[in-house]
């Protein structure tokens, strides 16, 4: 249950990230260096467990940091200070000294003073470790005895500084990582709370509650549903609850992969945030994929057990290259994921402040009935919608078998949900339909007998038998037919809101709900509004079409309806196409979906039902 009090943290916690930075950092900034050796860093470390590298690089190693921050994020991408952990330890000075972070961000000094008032009388083996660590311990990497009770201190004054943060896995193994290359327990603190305090536009390192947690986890899930279909099929069609696997997508990099890999994909992270996780853990999930070549009873374990002995497979250089081949969503588009999929997590119930509990797919094999699909196929279907939908259960709003065959009785029954999975029996036993993002009220606001076309990027088709196939929205397959929009002048930071039409007549405000396409007032209403980077086709699916400069309106018919019928795709043909009796229906290539027929092209219907998602 939310409270007052979790609402105002989660506002005050989401006000405090959106804050302008203190420095941003451009790619083309000359930083000043710090000319300190560091060479006294290293006495936490027991460097007898500490890998050698014997990886070859293209050019020589450098003996001192650039001032280019693209220089220096070259240097990481490439390994060049991997063998010198003097040069390291420099770079983490640097790159942490020069993140944008909140006024009165603890530093050594500070720790001074707590680690004196905390354990100056009483030894540390006296005070419990935060709670934020779900009773786990840190990991030790490299460190020796001292190295791992150091971290406990750390820790312990992070806690004490900072009780907002409520629950965060990943904070040990940075504040770990950090103390293998530094000086004393003081400067490992400051640089930890530095990284926790950053406020960079669209920058995050570590999560600091249970919701931005879960909400990680889910924004994994959407990426790994867009850039590695095949083994996000394989965790949601082996795995009963499959939000487990994703959700052990952090662990994977500072929890699973030997320290060698952890610490490179560390150097980087501390340079570019924690996109460039998401791109390691997507590298290692199709990586897994592509190497499993027999029936796997146990994928969480056997996911863990190939990331542990990833060098069998992958040097740490080739695994950074895959990562950093896949084309990924810019910083500001994840980031903008992450709020939706945190919106629909609190709707859920889900809070700042919460015990451990997975969000998990809401398909009960038991109590699931249709007269269309099985329980397992439904899992399936539930698999492909957005994770922040996937949250509930569904429901059934509409069955011909219960409803009639009546089109007008279909329209009083789906109308005020947004979004519904469409399902169609053929008198031929196959299996199609779709997922459609908007409310069926749509059409209401296009004026006359003339249907129009409404939706968003998030709609697709699917076949289930004979085959199970999923068709998403062409400018996901083809990012390269689009390109952002230029920015109106009446642009405005942006709310949560319904979908929009194709329809370029003035939209009208229409009440949220969990669909969390951004909509704001525009000059031009098939633009988007939000400043963009001007890259092309880099914008998530889950925007309107508004927010898309598309070459033709066939790209973005996605569902239409009127007293003769409802259509789904268009462009060269309709993906689906039934009449006002619910009896007959069509099927082609469309130019929307870019799908081949979904069924026989002209089929019968035995039986059509439309699914909602509960919100309990």
Request: include cysteine.
């Amino acid at each position: 249950r939310i409270t007052r009090d979790s609402l105002a943290l989660e506002r005050t916690t989401l006000a405090m990230s959106c804050e302008p930075p203190v420095l941003i950092i451009s790619e083309d900034d000359v930083w000043e260096i710090d000319s300190t050796t560091y060479a006294d860093c290293g006495h936490f470390v027991d460097w007898d467990q500490f890998p050698s590298f014997t990886e070859e690089r293209r050019s020589p190693s450098p003996q001192e940091l650039p001032h280019s921050h693209k220089e220096l994020k070259r240097m990481a991408r490439e390994g060049h200070w991997a063998k010198r952990k003097n040069l390291r330890a420099e770079a983490y000075n640097n790159i942490i000294k020069n993140i944008g972070c909140r006024s009165g961000t603890p530093d050594a000094s500070v720790y001074h003073d707590v680690s004196e008032r905390l354990f100056g009388r009483r030894g540390i083996q006296d005070h419990p470790l935060p709670d934020f660590l779900d009773g786990c311990l840190p990991p030790a990497y490299c460190l020796n005895a001292r190295g791992e009770t150091a971290v406990k201190k750390v820790l312990i004054c992070i806690g004490n500084q900072y009780p907002d943060i409520t629950y965060s896995p990943s904070l040990p193994s940075v504040v770990a990582l950090l103390l293998h290359f530094s000086e004393d327990e003081a400067e490992c603190f400051e640089r930890a709370c530095r990284l926790i305090s950053c406020i960079e536009n669209h920058k995050c390192y570590v999560d600091q509650s249970f919701l931005a947690y879960e909400a990680s986890c889910m924004t994994f899930g959407d990426l790994a549903k867009k850039y590695c279909q095949a083994g996000h099929k394989l965790i949601t069609t082996s795995c009963e609850n499959s939000s487990e696997i994703f959700s052990d997508w952090i662990m994977w990099i500072f929890g699973d992969l030997p320290f060698e890999y952890t610490i490179r994909i560390f150097d980087i992270f501390l340079l570019e945030g924690n996109k460039v996780l998401y791109r390691v853990a997507l590298a290692l999930l199709k990586h897994y994929r592509s190497h499993v070549d027999h029936e796997v009873t146990d994928v969480r374990t056997d996911i863990q057990d190939f990331v542990k002995n990833i060098s069998h497979h992958l040097s740490v250089q080739k695994l950074l290259e895959k990562a950093f081949s896949i084309r990924l969503f810019s910083h500001k588009e994840i980031w903008l994921l992450q709020l939706a999929n945190r919106k629909a997590l609190s709707q859920r119930g889900i809070t700042v402040m919460q015990p451990r509990q997975p969000a998990h797919m809401a398909i009960n094999l038991l109590e699931f009935n249709s007269v269309i699909v099985t329980a397992q196929e439904m899992r399936v279907i539930w698999s492909w919608i957005p994770e922040r939908f996937s949250l509930y259960p569904p429901v059934l709003l509409f069955s011909t078998m219960e409803h009639g065959y009546s089109l007008q009785r279909f329209y009083t029954h789906c109308e005020g949900f947004e979004p519904t999975v469409l399902l169609i029996k053929t008198t031929g036993e196959e299996v199609c339909g779709s997922f459609l993002s908007s409310d069926w009220n749509e059409r209401r606001k296009c004026s006359g007998q003339v249907a129009t076309y409404f939706g968003t990027g998030e709609c697709f088709v699917f076949s289930v038998r004979p085959e199970m196939e999923r068709h998403e929205w062409v400018v996901v397959k083809k990012p390269e037919l689009v390109k952002s929009a230029p920015p109106s002048p009446c642009s405005r930071p942006r709310s949560y809101s319904n979908g929009s039409r194709v329809s370029t007549s003035p939209l009208r405000p229409s009440t949220p709900t969990l669909s969390s396409a951004p909509s704001s007032p525009s000059l031009f209403p098939n633009y988007l509004t939000v400043p963009g980077d001007g890259s092309c086709g880099r914008l998530s699916p889950f925007l309107s079409v508004r927010h898309f400069q598309l070459p033709t309106k066939t790209a973005s018919m996605f569902m239409s309806g009127n007293n003769s019928g409802i259509i789904i795709g268009g462009g060269g043909g309709q993906a689906l196409n039934i009449d006002a009796d619910l009896n007959i229906g069509r099927t082609e290539h469309c130019e929307t979906f870019d799908n081949p027929p979904l069924c026989e092209e002209n089929f019968h219907i035995q039986h059509l039902e439309v699914w909602g998602c509960q919100n309990s």
